[in-house]
């Protein structure tokens, strides 16, 4: 994921703001560090970001997963909009998607094909 530059990263002739500390230091044009301290502690916070941002997305994907994989074992095949917002399925993320059924969207999550049904809710489709 990139990470913006902050608008204080401003290049000036001779002097530069550390990405990280925003002090001015001077040094090669491509510096963006006043130090090898700041570029790693720079590297690591955006890592840390990227992470964080991942395993949200995770999370959401391995509750929809859990969601769809027990309204099947019950015998189910629609999850209703009001069980949606109950058990916070997120439309938002799937894990693949393809237009196979009637020229509408099957979305996966993982190993199970579904299609939102707008206000009807989800409709989960046999594999
Ligand atoms: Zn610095």
């Not at 994907?61 to 009001?82: D, M, P, Y």
């Not at 509408?104 to 809710?121: N, Q, S």
């Amino acid at each position: 994921m990139p990470i913006a530059a902050p608008a204080y990263y401003i290049r000036n002739m001779e002097q530069r703001y550390c990405l990280e500390c925003g002090e001015v230091f001077s040094g090669r044009s491509d510096k963006r560090f006043c130090s090898d301290s700041c570029r790693n502690s720079y590297h690591n916070s955006a890592s840390r970001q990227s992470k964080a941002y991942s395993y949200r997305i995770n999370s959401l994907l391995n509750r929809n997963h859990a969601i769809l994989a027990e309204c099947r074992r019950s015998g189910k095949t629609r999850l209703e909009r009001s069980e949606m917002a109950e058990k916070m399925f997120s439309e938002k993320y799937c894990t693949a998607c393809s237009r196979r059924f009637l020229g509408r969207p099957v979305y996966f999550c993982y190993d199970i094909p579904y299609r939102i049904e707008g206000r009807r809710g989800v409709r989960i489709l046999s594999e």
